[in-house]
């Protein structure tokens, strides 16, 4: 299943600090975007308000042209740490965000989550604990929970950021692997510029905070992609400029003075 994602002129305030500002941005069913943008600049905030996780906000959310009044089934979230339940196996971890609207599982269910499994290349290790895991392969447990309700919708925010780098890699194909598969649409946040580029079809690039929308980059390369793509290098070196990194290197005050972490 895979949903369309409208964001019209967003507004959102924490005690009154003006956080995103008027931020708007259209995402077609089964589109991969990325949004980068400076450190605090309003990215996973951006995230909990499509969530439904955060509902106080001026603008208008719709996913599927309905409103987001709060979390649904029909939006997968993805973080930085897997958040995975120490006591539970990971099947039973796959399996929680269901039972949490459905009671008990069904036989039918099992099956669903076993298939989830065999999708991230977990099912030899279904009935193992989170602590017997590597941090990749506790992501691709979250990645399973999170994709579990057939949701049309998957927000990932930075996560694949605690891994090492082959790891990342090897999850970055494993994402593509299951959009190819489900279609679900993606949004992805991340500092990782290659990152953006490999696996999206729109890099976003937000403005310092308050963060509105500064530039929308398409990335026509076809898919499979080569990370050594020109095309590809040159938009690495367009995003470099766009988020003023390179002359901020030059004249930050360091180590502080870096405004994005590349
Ligand atoms: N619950 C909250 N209450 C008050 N302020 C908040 C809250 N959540 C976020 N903020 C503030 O909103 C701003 C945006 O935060 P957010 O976490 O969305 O940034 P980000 O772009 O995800 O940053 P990073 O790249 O470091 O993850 C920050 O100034 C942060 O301090
Ligand atoms: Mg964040």
């Not at 600090?17 to 309003?42: A, Q, Y």
């Not at 309905?66 to 099947?91: C, D, H, I, K, Y």
């Not at 039972?99 to 039918?108: H, K, L, V």
């Amino acid at each position: 299943m895979s949903s369309s994602i409208k964001i019209e002129r967003v507004t959102k305030r924490f005690d009154g600090n003006l956080v995103l500002n008027e931020l708007s941005l259209d995402v077609r069913p089964s589109e991969i975007v990325s949004l980068i943008g400076p450190s605090g600049c309003g990215k996973s905030t951006l995230l909990r308000l499509l969530s439904g996780l955060e509902r106080d906000y001026d603008g208008r959310l719709l996913i599927d042209d309905q409103p987001v009044t709060g979390p649904s089934r029909a939006v997968g979230l993805m973080f930085q740490e897997p958040r995975l339940m120490p006591w539970l196996n990971v099947r039973d971890n796959v399996r929680f965000g269901l039972r949490q609207e459905n009671g008990a599982a069904s036989p039918a269910t099992s099956e669903r989550m076993d298939t989830w499994l065999r999708q991230v290349k977990l099912d030899h290790a279904a009935s193992h604990l989170p602590r017997q895991f590597s941090g990749g392969m506790a992501q691709r447990a979250a990645l399973a929970r999170s994709l579990a309700t057939e949701p049309g919708v998957l927000l990932l925010d930075e996560p694949f950021s605690a891994v090492d780098a082959l790891t990342r890699m090897r999850l970055q194909e494993l994402l593509l692997e299951v959009w190819q598969r489900t279609q679900v649409t993606m949004v992805l946040v991340t500092h990782d510029l290659d990152e953006s580029l490999y696996l999206s079809d729109r890099v976003v690039v937000m403005s310092s905070r308050p963060a509105s929308v500064r530039e929308v980059l398409a990335v026509k390369a076809p898919r499979p992609r080569d990370r050594r793509d020109p095309e590809l290098l040159r938009l690495r070196a367009h995003l470099l400029e766009a988020l003023d990194v390179v002359h901020a290197l030059e004249s930050a005050d360091l180590p502080n003075g870096i405004p994005f972490g590349v």
